[in-house]
């Protein structure tokens, strides 16, 4: 069974060894694949494993060995998964790996929105302390969460976790999902239509996947009915927000600041808008890339790629 990992460096950059998947057949691992090598390093192959490399219906359609694709993430908009259905290809993804990465993460976003951690490090370290007539001083407004409201759009798992910590530090919880099902036990939850969650909320944060019904959802229109002093959370996919937009409504005040961990071009070109909006906290798409999480990622995709040599394929989303 030869298997090939078209980009494997952001999973395994030195700290994650491929030794479970290498011990299911002949492991051939890329670091990264440009689009012009992706037919030549594929061909061949049984076992296909992607992160971000694409594997359009011409692709597969020119993989005659082909027979089953590993996605290194939960989301697989990668792939043309319908392509790969008719072709009686499998696609599995890791479902459940980054949950509590991702959502530990949505609050360091938020607190260093709250409190400017690394903007008063810097400045302490610039000597601004030091030459303190104070025994304290800030630089900016310091936020308490407490009785305040997170909005949180999409309430998977991800979401859900959102909102257990919004809870435990004193938060009211709105959440907005296309399934309204099994609301969480904690008082103080409600579920809102996307608008209302918008109106309401003193901190938005995106939790859903990207679909074409909600690509570009966070536009003028829908920043417009957001509180001044509302801040905006993305850890989930960067084509969910215009980001001209995102930025217009910083510059000019409209809402309070925002923090993203995807941009809709990834890496983030040159020239985006958000690189100088006002109060915008930007990182690169590493919220999911705790070392816990990547392991646990890399033992599901092996159990993933064992399931199906077995015969019966798990976590297959097409």
């Known amino acids: 069974m030869r298997i090939v990992v078209l980009d494997g460096h952001t999973l395994n950059p030195g700290d994650n060894p491929w030794d479970d998947i290498a011990e299911l057949g002949e492991l051939t691992v890329y670091d990264r694949t440009p689009a012009d090598a992706i037919l030549e390093r594929a061909r061949g192959a049984e076992v296909v494993v992607t992160n971000k490399t694409p594997l359009s219906a011409a692709t597969l359609a020119a993989l005659p060995k082909l027979r089953f694709i590993a996605v290194l993430a939960t989301g697989y908009n990668v792939v043309d998964v319908a392509a790969a259905r008719e072709r009686g290809i499998p696609v599995s993804n890791v479902p459940e790996y980054s949950t509590n990465a991702v959502a530990q993460f949505t609050f360091a976003l938020l ?20 030459a303190s007539t104070d025994f304290c001083y800030w630089t900016a407004p310091l936020v308490e ?35 309204r099902s099994d609301p969480p036990e904690y008082e ?104 816990a999480a990547r392991r646990r990622l890399m033992r599901t995709t092996a159990e993933n790629i064992a399931a199906f040599l077995a015969g019966s394929p798990v976590n297959v989303v097409n």
């Not at 409190?115 to 008063?120: E, F, L, R, T, W």
């Not at 798992?157 to 919880?173: D, P, T």
């Not at 084509?239 to 923090?259: K, Q």
């Not at 983030?268 to 798409?285: G, K, M, Q």
């Open 145 to 179: 969460l407490e009785g305040r409201t997170m909005g949180v759009v999409g309430f998977g798992r991800i979401g859900r976790r959102v909102g257990e910590l919004a809870h435990a530090f004193g938060m009211n919880v709105l959440a907005c999902d296309v399934v």
């Open 188 to 291: 103080r939850f409600a579920w809102r239509k996307l608008a209302d969650l918008a109106a309401e909320s003193d901190v938005v944060t995106l939790h859903c996947p990207q679909t074409p019904e909600n690509t570009g959802m966070v536009n003028a229109e829908l920043l417009g009915m957001m509180k001044p002093d509302a801040f905006l959370l993305n850890a989930a996919r960067g084509g969910l927000v215009v980001e001209a937009d995102l930025a217009a409504a910083l510059n000019a005040g409209r809402i309070a600041g925002a923090a993203v961990d995807v941009v809709g071009t990834e890496p983030i070109p040159e020239r985006s808008p958000l690189l100088t909006a006002r109060n915008c906290l930007i990182t690169p798409h590493i919220a999911w890339a705790a070392l």
């Open 111 to 130: 607190l260093e929105l709250c409190h400017h951690v690394g903007a008063h490090d810097a400045s302490v370290k610039s000597g601004e302390w030091s």
